[in-house]
């Protein structure tokens, strides 16, 4: 089993910065892949990013290229989200996820329903 715990949410004006952390506990992730998914409030939970177990692969929704960068300490047990020029439609509860399978290929980025584990989320607001 793995315990995620998300932090580094926040109020911060358009135009700025957060970085979100995702801690996981109960086992080693390094050889997880995972994820950052975000729901706003009326709407369906969607994908942000996502990056390979080794992290030679990333992924990142058409939302946020550019912007946002996920990261991985594999040595810290932890991934995260450095968040840049956000925008009023990034206000959301963002989560992380980790891949249930830890066989995948070092290039593998899991589809939705292969994140077994996720954390309870962290709110981010952008004012605007």
């Known amino acids: 089993q793995v315990q995620l715990v998300e932090s580094g949410g926040g109020l911060v004006q358009a135009g700025g910065s957060l970085r979100l952390s995702c801690a996981a506990s109960g086992r080693t992730i390094s050889r997880s892949a995972m994820g950052w998914f975000r729901q706003a409030p009326g709407k369906e939970r969607e994908d942000v990013a996502a990056i390979s177990w080794s992290g030679v692969q990333t992924y990142y929704a058409d939302s946020v290229k550019g912007r946002f960068t996920i990261s991985r300490d594999n040595a810290k047990n932890t991934v995260y989200l450095q968040m840049n020029s956000l925008k009023p439609e990034d206000t959301a509860v963002y989560y992380c996820?980790?891949?249930?399978?830890?066989?995948?290929?070092?290039?593998?980025?899991?589809?939705?329903?292969?994140?077994?584990?996720w954390g309870q989320g962290t709110q981010v607001t952008v004012s605007s």
């Open positions: 996820a980790a891949d249930g399978s830890t066989y995948r290929n070092s290039w593998y980025i899991p589809t939705l329903n292969e994140y077994a584990y």
